[in-house]
């Protein structure tokens, strides 16, 4: 299967709207040991989970923090913005243009059940083929999560794995070594694709830290829509004293930040977040310096109609990407999170080239629903 047909398949699945883990590579560099994995903890990321097994945790987190832009990424270090050492990126109004639409509608959507729903595809872009001579290859997966904010319980599910061709100019390269669909694991990575061992979702609870609190999915309900408000909950620690001194800082003598990380904001997408809070976390992330719109882009990779912003971040080494993170203008529901090469870093200049998309993410489903799954016991009983 290409890469065409995989993404002609996801659209087919998707109704025509009237609209990971942040990252998809690893330290690793060739002749290199494969690094340890690095867990992000800016913003609401879950961190106290109880009542579960470890590896029960690790799926949920994957599933939680893989949100757009920050995102923590699958075998990842976290690409950062890219911003001059002696400067903060600046900010030309253009997001919050494109987005002032996006904010309405998300604003105005229903929340028809306590159940917070979410149904993607994630794909990872890896060099494959003889040292010297590799191509690009999607490690491609089908996930589900459910978030019950009456109950706190969240469920994670992996659906299926798969795989596609990053280009159809690789199929060349492909075709002659043999165009095969297995890739065993390397050093970097894992195989491609990896076989799903048992589907059906694993359920466990979740915490959020925000502002210096652990915050229940129902504690969530409840956050404040003020975009000032959230500005200041959503800043970590190292970005400014608020969560560990409280009360007013300049007044405390402590520095203050005027904004959050888009790490720390982006972060928190894939959150149970109500729908007035939903529109001030997307007016907040419109503001941030460094996020402009995703100028030229009117429809995600799977080809729904969207809208959205974009940011600079850099790769490992001398590479560059642009981070896109795109909505449907109609209802303002997150789409698509994106990850295009500016220039492709040393160890990945063999098989991608600029304007390759190197991670994506398509939201098929985002939404409240009553509907809660079938869950194993984490503990395997």
Same mark, same amino acid.
């Given at each position: ?122 794909? &990872? ?36 794995? &798969?795989?596609? $061709? ?31 061992? &048992? ?34 909950? $959503? ?33 928190? $997408? ?45 790769? $490992? ?10 909505? &449907? ?53």
């Amino acid at each position: 299967m290409n890469e065409i047909d995989r993404l002609s398949r996801v659209r087919a699945d998707v109704p025509e709207p009237t609209a990971e883990e942040l990252a998809v590579r690893t330290g690793w560099r060739p002749g290199g040991p494969m690094p340890a994995r690095r867990v992000r903890t800016t913003g609401w990321f879950p961190l106290a989970l109880s009542g579960a097994a470890v590896l029960v945790a690790a799926a949920v987190f994957a599933f939680l923090a893989l949100g757009p832009g920050g995102f923590l990424a699958s075998d990842s270090v976290v690409l950062t913005p890219v911003a001059p050492a002696s400067e903060e990126p600046e900010n030309d109004g253009s997001a919050l243009e494109v987005m002032a639409p996006v904010i309405e509608a998300a604003r105005s959507q229903p929340t028809d059940g306590a159940v917070w729903h979410q149904s993607f595809t994630t794909a &990872d872009a890896w060099g494959v083929g003889p040292e010297g001579d590799r191509y690009g290859v999607y490690d491609v997966r089908e996930r589900r999560g459910w978030t019950d904010t009456e109950t706190g319980r969240t469920a994670y599910q992996e659906v299926s794995t &798969d795989w596609s $061709l990053v280009a159809d100019r690789v199929r060349e390269a492909w075709q002659r070594d043999g165009s095969p669909t297995f890739w065993p694991e390397e050093t970097e990575r894992r195989e491609i694709p990896t076989p799903v061992d &048992d589907a059906r979702p694993y359920s466990t609870t979740v915490d959020y830290p925000i502002d210096g609190e652990w915050l229940s999915p129902q504690d969530v309900q409840h956050l404040p829509s003020d975009p000032d408000r959230l500005r200041e909950m $959503l800043r970590s620690e190292d970005e400014g004293e608020e969560s560990s001194h409280g009360g007013d800082t300049a007044q405390a003598g402590f520095p203050s930040v005027n904004e959050p990380s888009i790490a720390a904001v982006t972060g928190n $997408l894939n959150l149970p977040l109500p729908p007035r809070v939903r529109a001030g976390v997307y007016e907040v992330l419109a503001g941030l310096p460094g996020v402009r719109e995703a100028e030229g882009v009117t429809e995600d990779l799977s080809g729904r109609p969207a809208v959205g912003v974009a940011y600079d971040v850099d790769g $490992l080494g001398d590479g560059r990407y642009e981070e896109r993170i795109l909505f &449907d203008p109609g209802t303002g529901r997150l789409l698509s999170v994106e990850r295009v090469v500016v220039e492709a870093p040393e160890w990945e200049a063999g098989w991608a080239e600029p304007g390759d998309v190197v991670h994506y993410r398509l939201y098929e489903t985002s939404e409240w629903t009553d509907s809660w799954p079938d869950v194993q016991d984490p503990y395997g009983g």
